[in-house]
C-alpha cells in the first residue's frame, strides 16, 4: 500500500522545477519580461510568473528553450530540482557541492573528512557526481541507512546549477 506522502503529482514536479528556473533567472538577474523578449512562444510576464510557480505545465521544448537562454542544460535543471525537492527518492546519481559538506560545522565526521580528502585531491573539482553504488558503499562505511544518507546528502545539492558545458575536440580528449 502506498503512503499518501509518497504519492508525487505533476504539481510537485512542475514547483520544483519551476522554484529552479526562478533561481536561475534571479541569479542572472533576468526580469520575466527579459525572458518573453527572448523566447518567441512565451507572450507574457504572466507565462513566466505562471511556469515558475509551477501552476502551469511547461513542455520539454519550452523548458529547453529557456534553459538555453540561462546557459545550463536542461537535464541539470531537471535533476537538481527533483533532488532539491526530494521528489527524486531513488536517483540515479546525485550531484553534491563538496565545499558545502566540508564547512559543516561538525567537521568531525567522516562524511565531512571524505569531503575534504576528495576535493584535496582534486582541487578544481567541487561538485561530484554519486552514483547509488557509490551512496550504498558510503552508507556502509559511515554505517548508517542509505535512505538516511541520501536525505543529509541532499542537504548538500549545489546552489546553482552548473552551467552548460559545450564539447568541442579539445576538452573531449581524454587525458
Known amino acids: 500500500m502506498t503512503d499518501i506522502s509518497d504519492v508525487v503529482t505533476d504539481v510537485d514536479i512542475n514547483r520544483a522545477i519551476g522554484y529552479e528556473l526562478r533561481r536561475l533567472r534571479d541569479e542572472l ?16 510576464d504572466q507565462t513566466v510568473a505562471n511556469y515558475e510557480a509551477g501552476s502551469r505545465p511547461m513542455t520539454v521544448p519550452r523548458l529547453a528553450e529557456v534553459c538555453e537562454i540561462y546557459g545550463v542544460a536542461t537535464a541539470s ?7 532539491r525537492a526530494g521528489i527524486e527518492r531513488n536517483p540515479r546519481t546525485m550531484l553534491v557541492d563538496l565545499s558545502l559538506i566540508w564547512r559543516r560545522e561538525d567537521s568531525r565526521t567522516r562524511l565531512v573528512k571524505w569531503a575534504r580528502k576528495r576535493q584535496a585531491r582534486t582541487p578544481d573539482t567541487v561538485l561530484v557526481e554519486l552514483s547509488p553504488e557509490a551512496i550504498e558503499e558510503m552508507a556502509i562505511f559511515l554505517e548508517v541507512p542509505a535512505k538516511e544518507l541520501i536525505r543529509e546528502l541532499r542537504s548538500f545539492t549545489p546552489e546553482r546549477v552548473p552551467p552548460r558545458i559545450e564539447w568541442t575536440a579539445t576538452n573531449a580528449v581524454s587525458e
Not at 538577474?29 to 507574457?44: F, K, N
Not at 535543471?77 to 533532488?83: G, K, M, P
Open 29 to 44: 538577474r533576468l526580469t520575466r519580461a527579459d525572458v518573453v523578449a527572448r523566447i518567441p512562444g512565451i507572450t507574457s
Open 77 to 83: 535543471v531537471v535533476s537538481i530540482a527533483l533532488q
